[in-house]
């Protein structure tokens, strides 16, 4: 494949040049409301895709409340399945698509029950941050698994499980489901990575073939590259991003003609707490950015003192969001659905938003 030959040579990440009366990426988004609440369980990851059935499908990872955010995310994560009339809901349980092979007592702290099923021949716990896709008659959920349940595990892999309806069966991808994990050749960006491979952002290259986006080493993102949808995906030896400091949960898409990732930005390289809108001519050099999103409170009217903050620093004067996912109608961004650590409307447990883009 042709887009596979790469220049290895430096870039350098320039923001683009927007005058003062030019809006952002981030100033396109109007705030809806929530997308998915669920009674007793933290809500995190929301993927949404249109069905055929004229229906929004929203793909969640979910976990009792009781655990908090973490450690619950990594040891009793499961991938849920909501269903709505309109991008903008109300969603309603289906099912559950994906649950974890191993079963924790309700501290996180050791297995309950045998493993049913392996990644490598290793039992993984808590599928989490799933990813939508449908690639011609295949739906493809990505998510990720880990096989320990330490902090922010090192043993972080992308799994796929594919399947001909929205409501299931799914089956997972090749013999075990396992399609990323982290390099074994010492001289690559991400070898023996303190985070592993997570946040899968899946793109169909419109030349064929497929690019599979991922976080990774000092939360830069990666790219693997496959044939067919199942793999085996080829990563490439460079990080796709030079930033220095950290984004996540990256979302691809093509818009305006170029590759683009949706992240978040953590640490501020151009607001704590926001979105940035990554571009790139090839999808391998993402050598521009602007703002991809503005925090909560710029969106909606937030009482900060009202608010639950179940995630984040409790003293944080912002809500933040989390793990961007759109929604493309005829090709274009329509709507977005977000995560945040911050309920803002005080609930006791973390619930989910959605924006919609101004035309």
Same mark, same amino acid.
């Given at each position: 494949?042709?887009?596979?030959?790469?220049?290895?040579?430096?870039?350098?990440? *320039? %923001?683009?040049?927007?005058?003062?009366?030019?809006?952002?990426?981030?100033?396109?988004?109007?705030?809806? /409301?929530?997308? @998915? #609440?669920? &009674?007793?369980?933290?809500?995190?990851?929301?993927? &949404?895709?249109? /069905?055929?059935?004229?229906? @929004?499908?929203?793909?969640?990872?979910?976990? &009792?409340?009781?655990?908090?955010?973490?450690?619950?995310?990594?040891?009793?994560?499961?991938?849920?399945?909501?269903?709505?009339?309109? =991008?903008?809901?109300?969603?309603?349980?289906?099912?559950?698509?994906?649950? /974890?092979?191993?079963?924790?007592?309700?501290?996180?702290?050791? =297995?309950?029950?045998?493993?049913?099923?392996? *990644?490598?021949?290793?039992?993984?716990?808590?599928?989490?941050?799933?990813?939508?896709?449908?690639?011609?008659?295949?739906?493809? $959920?990505?998510?990720?698994?880990?096989? /320990?349940?330490?902090?922010?595990?090192?043993?972080?892999?992308?799994? $796929?499980?594919?399947?001909?309806?929205?409501?299931?069966?799914?089956?997972?991808?090749?013999?075990?489901?396992?399609?990323?994990? =982290?390099?074994?050749?010492?001289?690559?960006?991400?070898?023996?990575?303190?985070?592993?491979?997570?946040?899968?952002?899946?793109? +169909?290259?419109?030349?064929?073939?497929?690019?599979?986006?991922?976080?990774?080493?000092?939360?830069?993102? !990666?790219?693997?590259?496959? #044939?067919?949808?199942?793999?085996?995906?080829? +990563?490439? &030896?460079? %990080? *796709?991003?030079?930033?220095?400091?950290?984004?996540?949960?990256?979302?691809?898409?093509?818009?305006? !003609?170029?590759?683009?990732?949706?992240?978040?930005?953590?640490?501020?390289?151009?607001?704590?707490?926001?979105?940035?809108?990554?571009?790139?001519?090839?999808?391998?050099?993402?050598?521009?950015?602007?703002?991809?999103?503005?925090?909560?409170?710029?969106?909606?009217?937030?009482?900060?003192?009202?608010?639950? *903050?179940?995630?984040?620093?409790?003293?944080?004067?912002?809500?933040?969001?989390?793990? %961007?996912?759109? @929604?493309?109608?005829?090709?274009?961004?329509?709507?977005?659905?977000? %995560?945040?650590?911050?309920?803002?409307?005080?609930?006791?447990?973390?619930?989910?938003?959605?924006?919609?883009?101004?035309?």
């Amino acid at each position: 494949m042709k887009y596979i030959l790469l220049s290895l040579c430096a870039f350098f990440i *320039v %923001p683009n040049g927007f005058s003062q009366n030019e809006k952002s990426f981030a100033d396109k988004w109007a705030f809806v /409301g929530k997308a @998915v #609440e669920e &009674p007793g369980y933290t809500i995190w990851g929301t993927s &949404p895709i249109l /069905g055929d059935d004229g229906k @929004v499908h929203l793909f969640v990872a979910r976990w &009792p409340g009781e655990l908090k955010v973490d450690p619950g995310w990594r040891t009793h994560s499961e991938i849920a399945h909501y269903v709505g009339d309109s =991008p903008e809901g109300p969603f309603v349980f289906s099912d559950v698509a994906i649950k /974890g092979d191993i079963e924790t007592d309700k501290e996180g702290k050791a =297995p309950c029950n045998p493993a049913i099923h392996k *990644v490598k021949n290793r039992a993984v716990y808590a599928p989490h941050n799933p990813a939508i896709h449908k690639v011609d008659s295949l739906y493809a $959920l990505f998510y990720i698994v880990n096989d /320990g349940i330490e902090e922010h595990p090192s043993n972080q892999y992308i799994c $796929l499980s594919v399947s001909e309806s929205l409501y299931g069966p799914w089956k997972k991808a090749g013999e075990d489901g396992l399609v990323l994990k =982290p390099p074994r050749n010492k001289d690559y960006w991400n070898y023996k990575a303190s985070n592993g491979v997570n946040n899968p952002a899946f793109l +169909q290259h419109p030349d064929g073939g497929y690019f599979l986006y991922f976080k990774s080493e000092k939360a830069r993102m !990666g790219l693997a590259v496959a #044939e067919n949808i199942e793999g085996p995906y080829v +990563q490439m &030896p460079f %990080p *796709v991003t030079a930033n220095d400091r950290n984004i996540e949960d990256g979302y691809a898409f093509m818009y305006k !003609g170029k590759f683009a990732l949706l992240t978040t930005d953590n640490h501020g390289i151009i607001e704590a707490g926001g979105g940035i809108l990554w571009t790139s001519d090839d999808g391998i050099h993402f050598d521009t950015y602007e703002k991809g999103f503005h925090r909560i409170n710029d969106y909606t009217d937030v009482d900060m003192k009202k608010a639950a *903050v179940h995630y984040g620093p409790q003293n944080r004067s912002y809500a933040k969001f989390e793990r %961007p996912q759109i @929604v493309l109608k005829d090709g274009k961004p329509a709507y977005v659905y977000l %995560p945040s650590g911050t309920n803002i409307y005080g609930g006791d447990c973390t619930v989910s938003y959605v924006l919609k883009f101004k035309k």
